[in-house]
Antibody, heavy 125, light 107 residues
Framework: QMQIQQWGTGLLKPSETLSLTCTVY????????WSWIRQPPGKGLEWIAE???????TYNPSLTSRVVILEDTSKNQFSLKLSSVTAADTAVYFC???????????????????WGQGTLVTVSS | YELTQPPSVSVSPGQTARITCSGE??????AYWYQQKPGQAPVLVIY???ERPSGIPERFSGSSSGTTVTLTISGVQAVDEADYYC???????????FGGGTRLTVL
């Protein structure tokens, strides 16, 4: 059973850079794709970025100019950096994992199966 | 690209709840459904339109028809009261999108 532990700075000032990291325990890091997802207070989920098993990255088009997702396979870790934050970036940030099902043809995600506990990041002057 | 869900659905215990999610790319992209209770991370309840992860009760099912996917909860229980989110990819499989969420209230 996978466990994901996440941590990072919870309070930022406008224009600073958000930095969060997740460490994965219990399963093979290289078998999964890794994503960051956020949820502003009282609002819905927003997907931010993904790094797949091959190390390729994809980003939410609305955030792509400010976001970077990285991995350190030697430490079973992946991280998020979001630059030039504003109050609109205040949210609970989750990391999550997804597997690919490649049986019987093209590969398809099996969904975000495991999630970190979430980190509230507040941007305030 | 957007996925559209009704903001709220209400049902009495034992009845069937149906939550819809609409999007132009859904005929060619799989959909996923998550349950989220206050203060908790979401939980995957349906993947690839209609597959149920291990540990998810059989009363949860999913279906797809054209540009709409539906999460059905049969024999709703009080414990099912939560927010439900659909998720899918854009038409070119470039990025993931979540629906706005539906609050299920058990009367």
């Amino acid at each position: 059973q996978m466990q994901i532990q996440q941590w990072g700075t919870g309070l930022l000032k406008p224009s600073e850079t958000l930095s969060l990291t997740c460490t994965v325990y219990g399963e093979s890091f290289s078998d999964y794709d890794w994503s960051w997802i956020r949820q502003p207070p009282g609002k819905g989920l927003e997907w931010i970025a993904e790094i797949n098993r091959g190390g390729s990255t994809t980003y939410n088009p609305s955030l792509t100019s400010r976001v970077v997702i990285l991995e350190d396979t030697s430490k079973n870790q992946f991280s998020l950096k979001l630059s030039s934050v504003t109050a609109a970036d205040t949210a609970v940030y989750f990391c999550a994992s997804a597997r690919k099902d490649c049986s019987g043809g093209p590969c398809h995600s099996t969904g975000f199966e495991y999630w970190g506990q979430g980190t509230l990041v507040t941007v305030s002057s | 690209y957007e996925l559209t869900q009704p903001p709220s659905v209400s049902v009495s215990p034992g009845q069937t709840a149906r939550i819809t999610c609409s999007g132009e790319a859904l005929p060619k992209q799989y959909a996923y459904w998550y349950q989220q209770k206050p203060g908790q991370a979401p939980v995957l309840v349906i993947y690839k339109d209609s597959e149920r992860p291990s540990g998810i009760p059989e009363r949860f099912s999913g279906s797809s028809s054209g540009t709409t996917v539906t999460l059905t909860i049969s024999g709703v229980q009080a414990v099912d009261e939560a927010d439900y989110y659909c998720q899918s990819a854009d038409s070119t499989s470039t990025y993931w999108v979540f629906g706005g969420g539906t609050r299920l209230t058990v009367l």
